[in-house]
């Protein structure tokens, strides 16, 4: 294949590109007819239609345009293959056909890996799943006939990419497919390593196959399952020392087994990109934890977080993320927070995974009793609480109940889980300092639905007095999260009065901060 051989191919077929940058150019889609939002990378020949989301390399254009089969498409691009027409043999079997497995046939899709020089090493072939099998992946030689490495010096894949742009980050991910999605995208190198997860300590120690990362930094995307967290972290331990820096960059929100490519199905090319860029900027260091924490420093981790989170958090949703900030945790105790979490929820059933976002999690409640109305001294009514969390430190008769949380962290959790748990009910009023997209990805987080009919959300000011501002009558939940830290906001004693006198058949949850508001 020739330096802006798609070019040619698609020239040939009437379709006219103009110059974007110095790298892209852009025209009239073949598939869907969009006028000016197909992309071709000439240098790459990879091609992306951001209207109709077709995307892949020439060989995939000729599939898609002309219907050739994978080995039919290799042939026409010019990739080394044995092809010869079908002739028959004595015994009048037919002779073997190039990129055709004998037992599974044609592939669906094919990927090459090539070497640093651009010469092509080995092919990846991948069928898709039917109603008769389930997905199946091979390797072959560039012959397409030879189905076995045996003997090839295996490499990363887009090689040739990575020591084209030696001072950007590489992208680690799991499969060709969301490699090839992350270029077509313009996040690039991307790479991955063939044979799957949990061959990189083989891949590593037979063919030191991470050794073009040496120096480099790198961010990895792990699926959302337990083969693909400990297949980023043996690539991540392995790198450690020889790499300039490895972050593992988790995306929020992924299905049970997703991917970057079933993010981007639900964002957007756009929106991946910004989001992945941002991930990348937050994400901390990777930090082994056999390099910074002794044995005992190690169960004392774990010690500190399953106290934290059965004190603090029993039938409650938290987010790995905020422990860090929460416990005042290093980067190093955070990664051991993260996994002592996950050793919760995979083996302990102390934990279970909440909603659809990535590192969102449920205290498995050890707590049967739910809240005494003779305690708080309120009317019963169908409002529903989070039972067994934390502390009420005041009441007003009828309508109004204040809970504390130990720290930030679990006063919002409280606050985001009586929205959440009351949507349906009433017309919830939620208050709140700060209301940008980290508190809306807390809410989603949550399993809150930000379009909800029933719920109205406010960003308080300095400025504003709070009785002013709750909404009254039947039907109506005004849940407060209070901020200490705005001088009229201090939502106590005769304040507390106000907002009681005002409600008027409604009703008022408040969240406080234990440490800074003991009962009163």
């Known amino acids: 294949m020739t330096v802006g051989e798609i070019v040619s191919l698609l020239e040939a077929r009437g379709i006219n590109l103009k110059k974007k940058t110095a790298g892209e150019m852009a025209g009239p889609c073949p598939f869907c007819g969009g006028t000016d939002r197909f992309c071709v990378w000439p240098e790459e020949n990879r091609f992306w239609c951001r209207g109709c989301n077709r995307k892949g390399d020439t060989i995939q254009l000729l599939r898609d345009l002309d219907g050739l089969s994978f080995e039919e498409a290799t042939e026409a691009v010019g990739k080394p293959t044995t092809a010869t027409p079908r002739k028959t043999a004595k015994s009048g079997k037919p002779t073997r056909q190039p990129f055709v497995h004998p037992e599974l046939g044609k592939p669906d899709h094919g990927y090459s890996y090539a070497n640093v ?113 400990k297949h980023a972290d043996d690539i991540a331990q392995s790198l450690h020392g020889k790499a300039k820096e490895i972050k593992i960059v988790e995306l929020p929100g992924l299905p049970e087994k997703g991917d970057v490519c079933d993010f981007l199905e639900e964002h957007g090319a756009d929106g991946t990109f910004k989001t992945l860029l941002e991930l990348a900027n937050e994400t901390p260091v990777y930090t082994p934890q056999e390099n910074e924490i002794s044995i005992s420093g190690k169960k004392d981790i774990a010690a500190m977080v399953r106290e934290y989170l059965l004190e603090e958090f029993d039938g409650g949703v ?20 993260r996994q002592c979490v996950r050793r919760m929820a995979a083996h302990q059933g102390l934990v279970e995974k909440h909603g659809q976002s990535l590192g969102t999690y449920r205290v498995v409640s050890k707590k049967k009793s739910q809240i005494s109305w003779d305690e708080v001294q309120a009317k019963p009514s169908s409002l529903l609480l989070p039972g067994g969390l934390n502390e009420i430190v005041t009441t007003r008769e009828g309508d109004l109940i204040a809970f504390a949380g130990f720290k930030n962290m679990s006063k919002t959790a409280i606050a985001t889980e009586i929205v959440r748990l009351n949507l349906d009910t009433f017309q919830v009023h939620f208050f709140i300092t700060e209301y940008k997209s980290r508190m809306k990805q807390r809410l989603l987080d949550f399993g809150v639905r930000l379009d909800h009919p029933n719920l109205h959300c406010y960003q308080i000011e300095k400025s504003d007095y709070i009785p002013d501002k709750i909404e009254s009558g039947e039907g109506v939940l005004n849940v407060i999260d209070h901020m200490p830290n705005l001088d009229n906001f201090y939502l106590v004693g005769k304040v507390q009065d106000e907002i009681h006198r005002g409600l008027n058949g409604a009703l008022c949850v408040i969240t406080h901060q234990k440490l800074n508001h003991p009962r009163l």
């Open 117 to 229: 020089k651009g010469e092509l090493v080995f092919c990846v072939c991948r069928w898709d799943a039917t109603t008769t099998r389930k997905k199946e992946i091979r390797q072959c030689l560039p012959d397409g006939l030879t189905w076995s490495l045996k003997g090839v010096p295996l490499c990363l894949y887009n090689q040739p990419d990575i020591a084209k742009y030696p001072t950007m980050p590489v992208w680690f991910v799991e499969g060709e497919k969301c490699a090839d999605l992350l270029t077509s995208i313009d996040i690039k190198p991307a790479t991955t390593a063939p044979l799957g997860a949990g061959k990189w300590p083989r891949l590593q120690s037979e063919y030191n196959i991470g050794e073009p990362l040496t120096g480099r930094t790198v961010y990895i995307l792990p699926d959302n399952d337990a083969p693909g967290r």
């Open 318 to 337: 938290f987010r790995i993320s905020d422990l860090k900030r929460e416990l005042g945790l290093s980067d190093a105790d955070y990664t051991l927070a």
